[in-house]
């Protein structure tokens, strides 16, 4: 069964840097699509930023030109680089993959076939 696991998280203050992993195991990594999600506290996760397994990317406006998504398949890796954090960039990162026909298509919906267990960002002001 395929299992993600992010690292990357901490503390940082507004304005910083800060680079997520999403490793990928146990799944044909070029099959899946996946995508960055993030839940606030006391709020609902959204999804924030996806990548196909040909790089074809998306971005929700909020994290639009400040977050970067992208997608090493021979380390079956992910990444989120985020950069001109803002304090309400704060909250639990999850990334998940979702199986698809189509190299090109990935998603920001929550029907994700597997999910990591989470890496918690703070942003201070």
């Known amino acids: 069964e395929g299992q993600l696991v992010e690292s990357g998280g901490g503390s940082v203050q507004a304005g910083g840097s800060l680079r997520l992993a999403c490793v990928a195991s146990g799944l044909t990594f070029e099959d899946y699509a996946i995508g960055w999600f993030r839940q606030a506290p006391g709020k609902e996760r959204e999804g924030i930023s996806c990548?196909?397994?040909?790089?074809?990317?998306e971005y929700t406006t909020p994290v639009k030109d400040r977050f970067t998504i992208s997608r090493d398949n021979a380390k079956t890796t992910v990444y989120l680089q985020m950069s001109s954090r803002k304090p309400e960039d704060t909250g639990t990162y999850f990334c998940g993959a979702v199986w698809t026909l189509s190299a090109s298509w990935c998603s920001l919906s929550k029907e994700m076939d597997f999910w990591g267990k989470g890496a918690l960002v703070t942003v201070s002001s």
């Open positions: 990548i196909s397994s040909t790089m074809a990317t």
